[in-house]
């Protein structure tokens, strides 16, 4: 939490440049409006159930095109509407009350294998069946109009949005990737320093590298999954379709810029290359964020003074120098293409064949019965947040008195997480933010007016919509404020809304806490096969590129293909690992090893794309026996992956200097299982 305090300008200006400002404005006036409007005509009771639906049904509103939020939008409401009233209607009994809330507790976290978007809406069904158990209103029937109202209110907002600007979310998804890949080209023109320390270098080109795979699936999904755009293709959506693929592509050169900066530094100390290089890099990452004529210039006059002192250093010295100049035209040319403000590309896929590029939703590939099974994570997750739905209730039930007490069951539903380092992770943005927001709120009603403290519960509500996805421990210092000054004003009693929030936010944290034994959902067992796949899906993009040659467009797309799916592997791969070094059982593994093994598979990768990028000009840089050799070393790196014991405590060779090419990254990887 700190840390994140420590981030806020950072944080600030990042919900400026992002949809986070335009999106948290659009959600406070949706759920603010019809509040203030029914207290106004005197019908408080219809405002607070209306402004509930907006609340709910604005937190499932996740970034997507026309095709995805209209679909979105009648599959939520009415799934908002049904489980507003049979939670209502089950809080007449409270065994009744507890049979339907840990049903649809079940049911809408099973959702999840449906998708991103599905599981945001299971949620935010479960959050509106805890505060309907806590409103306990009257008539059923009713409250759910009044939610169903609600979301109908909001998507009517957010879908004329959508429809007025309808590349919003790309536009925006385009853009964070520019400025990634640009944050990439600077990591890479470090590299070329050799005054610079290249400790920790490994660590944050894995970490951008990941941040980027998931920016370009979020932007294969924001454009392919729209039939309507990619039926129609405009002029826009077009030139929108050639930047999207020119920053893939992109992407690939800039993972094949020369990796082994130390063999690098080494062969081409004092030749004067490594500065020019450098800034090189430099100035291409500029002109990626924002390209100007001095600029262009600098750049021109480095290229030629570097080609200059290529043309006098030693035959391998210059091959070395060559290869990388060669890399960087091909980046220029395609930071040329994606600022280029008309179509002009030409496509070498057609329109039916981008759809191939799609990741398809479990639902769509498994029937969601086989996700029925203790070896689901899903079905583990919803088994653990169904009891713990079923201890909450049993606690509120015992502690009616409690006006509250439906904040223990709400504490548990936000901040439970798959994994038990995600768990960790919001339990203490939660404790912390919470407690800040109490004792800012309290100083806050210290004010006598009335009309200042829900004004400032309004901004309250902006903070939390604007911090949510990108700060959660900010945004709930946000919502706390805002509650407690909102509370505060309609009902009174402060002492009891303070303690009530302390109490029950501690206690929801220490069941969430120790519920992750209770089916729990550990990654560490999971390295070996996640290194298969990992493994698996590099020898097959090694394939596709072996098979690569100038102007074949059959090949081409099946070496896009291939290097899609291990870019998704090696994040999924990232992902585990982040989450197993914060498990308990992480002192167990040798982590030296699951790095090192880790650090190879992305250096293979990466060298790949080299293999690749030569193969696509008629410039092969291997051998056929090479190529025969890496797939045998891959094939039997395959084989003995799936035995290797990652607790083992044994020491690790240390890496000799020789250059670093696809043969020794694969001996070195076999080296490792033995």
């Known amino acids: 939490m700190r840390f994140e305090l420590r981030k806020i300008p950072y944080l600030l200006r990042e919900i400026v440049k992002s949809e986070h400002t335009v999106d948290a404005l659009r959600n406070t006036l949706a759920v603010i409006i019809p509040i203030v409007f029914f207290f106004y005509i005197g019908w408080p009771t219809t405002g607070i159930g209306v402004g509930i639906g907006a609340l709910m049904i604005c937190m499932t509103d996740l970034p997507g095109n026309r095709t995805e939020k209209f679909r979105a939008a009648w599959i939520s409401t009415l799934i908002f509407a049904l489980v507003a009233f049979l939670a209502a209607w ?124 998931n920016q370009h699936e979020l932007i294969r999904q924001l454009l392919l999954s729209d039939k309507r755009t990619m039926q129609q293709r405009d002029t826009k959506a077009q030139l929108l379709l050639e930047k999207s693929i020119s920053l893939i592509d992109l992407y690939e050169q800039v993972s094949a810029v020369h990796y082994d900066y130390p063999y690098l530094r080494k062969k081409l100390a004092n030749t004067g290359a490594l500065p020019l290089i450098k800034e090189g890099i430099e100035v291409m990452a500029k002109l990626l964020r924002k390209p100007n004529s001095p600029m262009l210039e600098s750049f021109d006059n480095i290229i030629a003074d570097l080609k200059k002192t290529a043309a006098k250093l030693p035959v391998e010295e210059q ?18 293409a994606i600022h280029s403000p008309n179509s002009n590309r030409q496509s070498d896929e057609s329109s039916g064949r981008y759809t191939d590029f799609l990741t398809t939703s479990p639902v769509q590939t498994t029937a969601f019965k086989k996700h029925f099974s203790l070896q689901s994570s899903t079905f583990r997750f919803s088994l653990r947040l169904s009891a713990l739905s079923l201890a909450a209730l049993l606690l509120i039930n015992w502690l009616s008195p409690q006006h509250y007490s439906y904040w223990l069951l709400l504490t548990m539903v936000i901040v439970s997480r798959p994994s038990y380092g995600q768990t960790l992770k919001r339990n203490v943005e939660r404790l912390s933010g919470t407690l800040l927001g109490l004792l800012i709120g309290w100083g806050l009603t210290q004010t006598d007016s009335i009309s200042l403290q829900l004004f400032i519960s309004v901004f309250g509500l902006f903070g939390f919509f604007a911090f949510n996805r990108i700060a959660y421990g900010v945004s709930v210092v946000c919502i706390t404020v805002s509650v407690i000054l909102c509370l505060n004003a309609y009902e009174g009693n402060l002492w009891q809304l303070l303690t009530d929030r302390v109490v029950f936010t501690i206690g929801g944290v220490l069941l969430c806490l120790l519920a992750t034994f209770l089916f729990p959902i550990w990654n560490a067992p999971r390295l070996g096969d996640l290194f298969a796949q990992v493994i698996n899906s590099n020898l097959d993009y090694f394939k596709s590129a072996s098979a690569l040659t100038p102007f074949d467009l059959e090949k081409l797309h099946e070496s896009k293909l291939a290097r899609k799916q291990s870019h998704r592997q090696l994040a999924q791969l990232s992902e585990a690992i982040s989450a197993a070094l914060k498990e308990p059982l992480r002192r167990r593994l040798n982590w030296r090893l699951i790095k090192r093994m880790q650090l190879l598979n992305f250096q293979f990768n990466v060298l790949n794309a080299t293999f690749a990028s030569s193969q696509k000009q008629g410039l092969s840089l291997l051998s056929l026996e090479d190529i025969k050799n890496i797939e045998a070393d891959l094939f039997q790196l395959l084989d003995q992956i799936q035995n290797m014991d990652w607790s083992n405590p044994k020491e690790l060779p240390m890496r000799d200097e020789k250059p670093l090419n696809l043969n020794e990254v694969c001996k070195e990887m076999l080296m490792l299982t033995h």
């Open 90 to 213: 089950s809080t007449q009994s409270a065994l009744l009350m507890v049979f339907t809330v840990v049903g649809l507790t079940f049911l809408l976290t099973m959702v999840g294998v449906m998708g991103q978007r599905m599981s945001a809406i299971g949620l935010m069904g479960i959050i509106l069946a805890t505060f309907t158990i806590g409103l306990k209103p009257k008539n059923p029937l009713l409250y759910a109009n009044y939610i169903l109202f609600g979301g109908a209110w909001y998507y009517l907002i957010s879908l004329l949005q959508i429809s007025i600007f309808p590349y919003r979310s790309l536009n925006r998804a385009i853009a964070q990737t520019i400025r990634e890949t640009a944050e990439l080209l600077f990591l890479r023109a470090k590299g070329y320093n050799p005054l610079a320390d290249l400790t920790g270098f490994n660590r944050q080109n894995i970490r951008l590298h990941l941040r980027l795979a």
């Open 319 to 336: 091959a070395l120098v060559s290869q990388i100049l060669a890399n960087i035209d091909e980046i220029f040319a395609l930071i040329n």
